[in-house]
């Protein structure tokens, strides 16, 4: 059932994206929208090259603020700064600084190579929006008054700056020196059951695959194995990913958690433990599948996502409306009045 929280934020999205499509020319439009259909909908990527959708480098000034707002609607406040770290750290390793009018570099970096796409018509019973790009898939699936977020993925290359007078600058930073700790606190025979290789998989096991399923042998470490300082820190790590989105999504992603049992929530690490190495984890239960891979350009290039196993775009809701709409397209003809 619906929060009253969750009604306020699809109303909100709602709002957010009519505006954003009222502020485009007619063309500009045409670009960005288009109907609501599994085969472009679960379609993704987070690699570089054009998608469909309205390019944010070709908008004004203004447009592009109404496009930055998506952004603030769907994440909290960890999202939008995790955004924009990943983004000024992508910026300064390129060797680019932000305008000198002051402008905020999310939006400036946004000038580029990154694509709205709106499926459906919003306030509608189902209906969707992303903006994406390499290294930034943000999304919204809108049912009824529902909103649901994956897949949700964030990049970074450079991972931390290699050079220049921001040497040293890290994006996402905290997933990964959370689950380094994690994993130092472990003891042999935790470490035994976590560590499942010492080499780490080329990008994360998933890809952008339109249907999430956890790595083979998947496996690991699992909460209720782990002492209360380790599970504390676990639970941090979780947070860092389900804390990107807005409150009301990231409350009912806990809960799927907790109805399914905390404790059996695994963790897995591959690769090397000491900065600098190559690595990568998986975080996966029922409901859930986050992974995490620092592995390629010299292991300063990440690739981070969050699946929900249950409700990536929309789930079991979204089929349900598609159920109820094929009926109604195959029902039989309406007989004539006075046939």
Do not use: K
């Not at 063309?27 to 987070?46: I, K, N």
């Not at 080329?202 to 599970?231: C, F, H, K, T, Y």
């Not at 999504?249 to 591959?270: C, K, M």
Request: charged content about 20%; glycine content about 10%.
């Amino acid at each position: 059932m619906s929060t009253p929280e969750m009604r306020a934020l699809a109303q909100d999205m709602t709002s957010v994206v009519v505006g954003f499509l009222d502020a485009l020319d007619p063309a500009q439009r045409r670009s960005a929208q288009g109907a609501l259909q599994p085969d472009e909908h679960t379609r993704w990527t987070y690699l570089p090259g054009a998608r469909p959708g309205v390019r944010v480098g070709n908008l004004t000034t203004e447009q592009r603020r109404l496009a930055s707002q998506l952004l603030a609607t769907l994440h909290g406040q960890l999202g939008l700064s995790t955004a924009e770290s990943v983004l000024t750290v992508e910026a300064y390793a390129q060797g680019l600084q932000p305008d000198p009018d002051g402008q905020a570099l999310l939006t400036r970096h946004l000038d580029a190579d990154y694509w709205v796409r709106v499926l459906g018509r919003p306030g509608s019973d189902a209906w969707a929006w992303r903006l994406s790009g390499h290294h930034l898939v943000a999304q919204a699936t809108v049912i009824g008054t529902e909103v649901f977020s994956t897949p949700h993925f964030f990049g970074a290359n450079s991972a931390r700056v290699p050079r220049g007078p921001h040497a040293g600058l890290r994006g996402l930073a905290e997933e990964e020196d959370l689950a380094r700790r994690l994993v130092h606190l472990f003891d042999l025979t935790q470490r035994e059951r976590a560590l499942s290789s010492p080499r780490a998989p080329a990008d994360i096991e998933s890809r952008d695959n339109p249907i999430a399923v956890p790595p083979q042998g998947a496996g690991g470490l699992v909460m209720a194995g782990m002492d209360v300082e380790q599970r504390q820190l676990f639970g941090a790590l979780i947070g860092q990913y389900l804390g990107r989105v807005a409150a009301p999504v990231a409350n009912r992603a806990w809960t799927d958690l907790r109805d399914a049992g905390l404790g059996s929530v695994a963790f897995r690490w591959a690769g090397g433990l000491q900065p600098g190495q190559g690595h990568y984890y998986a975080i996966t239960s029922p409901s859930l599948l986050i992974e995490y891979d620092n592995t390629q350009n010299g292991a300063n290039h990440i690739h981070s996502v969050w699946r929900d196993l249950r409700r990536d775009w929309g789930g079991d809701v979204l089929a349900q409306h598609y159920r109820r709409q094929h009926r109604r397209d195959s029902g039989p003809d309406r007989p004539e009045v006075g046939a």
